[in-house]
């Protein structure tokens, strides 16, 4: 299973950036994906998650500018990231917590990280 993410980059403070990352592989189904980051000198630490049946959580720091969805046929999750502080500059890394298609075993997977610069 592979994870792909996509999207990020340099935007100035009250920007926006549209993340996306889509699983590959050998999956059966995809239970919850979610978003990660990680600034320098800090811990990962939860943005947003999702459900497969659309119920979300986000974090406190993200809630009311930040919007996660999925599309579930194309094994794909998306974080719209709007007004933008520097404080979000950090790696997003996605998630997905799902089992296999062969053994119906359940494992957790991360994406390869992208990065979010937000400065003037």
């Known amino acids: 299973v592979q994870l792909q993410a996509s999207g990020g980059g340099l935007v100035q403070p009250g920007g926006s950036l549209r993340l996306s990352c889509a699983a590959s592989g050998s999956i059966f189904s995809i239970n919850v994906m979610g978003w990660y980051r990680q600034a320098p000198g800090n811990q990962r630490e939860l943005v947003a998650r999702?459900?497969?049946?659309?119920?979300?959580n986000y974090a406190d720091s993200v809630k009311g500018r930040f919007t996660i969805s999925r599309d579930n046929a194309k094994n794909t999750v998306y974080l719209q990231m709007n007004s933008l502080k520097p404080e979000d500059t950090a790696v997003y890394y996605c998630n997905a917590d799902l089992l296999d298609q062969l053994t119906r075993s359940r494992h957790e997977y991360w994406g390869q990280g992208t990065e979010v610069t937000v400065s003037s």
């Open positions: 999702i459900t497969s049946g659309g119920s979300t």
